[in-house]
């Protein structure tokens, strides 16, 4: 059964229009070439079909949401990207995905919990297209005319899944919704759903909200963008990716550990929340390596005390 929630009227896909100076140099996409020693290591059977006859761990208990008080923000991680971001009047999802599979890439540890003991949804945030982050059945059961926000040429994907009041984002371009700021960051990585569509956007989002300020680096490799989106936005919380570092085209598309922790440097963030690892195997690194490595290289740098490594499924207060 589809989760209901209060309907709305409008119906339409909005381009927001810029009122931030234009960054000073736009993000390079991510080609698509993979490197030349990529065939030297075989993901198909190294890790796909071995994944197969994994079970998966984890479980799926209801989730026990703390009462929230103004000024808090509660954070559920939901498993690979996917978290609800909760204030005491506003919930939000980014980038849900309670699918089992992605195609032929098992989900090798249960999403935090069920989709149906989510609360009442009011605003979805969709990163970029790629099928781990845009899970169409998921935004299927959560769509109910609430807003979303994707970037640009994102919006007629989500649109025919039952989300009407769509608004479409470029880089530093920000949107207001009842209270909330939801910006499209800029990212080193690549937006296409598939090879033709070359034309979507991609980015993350900084979501201010009750007086805190919550980034979602989406998919990124590290780049130097994020000393600007640091400059541009005083940060509470960094949810960076640290997994798929070893991508199976042998190409730069995602932070390892280590540049995670350079990256919630160079933004100048408060806490550093990692995600993207230990749900799919995306690359050929071991699922239980990336936290490893992060706490290691915070360690290093004197910040250990500043990384939450959070459990599916257990909300926090931060």
Not at 69 to 96: K, Y
Not at 121 to 135: E, Q, S
Not at 253 to 274: I, W
């Amino acid at each position: 059964m589809p989760i209901r929630f209060p309907k709305k009227s409008r119906r339409n896909i909005v381009r927001q229009k810029s009122e931030e100076p234009a960054a000073t140099k736009r993000s390079t996409r991510v080609r698509l070439r993979p490197h030349p020693d990529w065939h030297k290591r075989n993901y198909l059977t190294e890790v796909l079909i071995p994944s197969l006859f994994l079970k998966r761990s984890g479980d799926d208990t209801p989730p026990q949401f703390p009462k929230i008080e103004d000024g808090q923000i509660c954070l559920t991680w939901i498993g690979h990207a996917s978290f609800l971001l909760q204030t005491r009047d506003v919930n939000v999802l980014i980038d849900p995905n309670w699918s089992k599979w992605l195609k032929v890439i098992k989900r090798l540890k249960q999403p935090g919990f069920e989709i149906h003991h989510l609360p009442s949804i009011d605003f979805v945030l969709v990163t970029h297209a790629h099928f781990d982050h845009l899970d169409r059945r998921t935004l299927r059961r959560v769509a109910a005319d609430q807003p979303i926000v994707v970037p640009y040429g994102v919006g007629n994907l989500v649109h025919r899944l039952g989300f009407h009041i769509v608004h479409e984002l470029d880089e530093w371009q920000t949107v207001e919704l009842d209270g909330l700021k939801v910006s499209l960051t800029p990212a080193h990585h690549w937006g296409a759903r598939f090879l033709a569509d070359q034309h979507r956007g991609f980015g993350g989002f900084v979501v201010a909200m009750d007086g805190r300020t919550v980034f979602h680096c989406g998919d990124t490799a590290f780049f130097p963008g994020f000393k600007e989106i640091g400059q541009r936005h005083q940060i509470d919380v960094a949810l960076l990716p640290i997994g798929a570092y070893e991508a199976p085209t042998g190409r730069e598309v995602h932070m390892n550990p280590e540049e995670a922790v350079q990256a919630f440097l160079e933004l100048g963030a408060k806490m550093l929340v990692p995600m993207h690892y230990g749900t799919f195997r995306l690359g050929f690194e071991p699922l239980d390596e990336p936290p490893a490595r992060l706490l290691k290289a915070a360690r290093a740098h004197g910040i250990e005390e500043k990384v939450l490594v959070m459990t599916e499924g257990k909300p926090v207060l931060v």
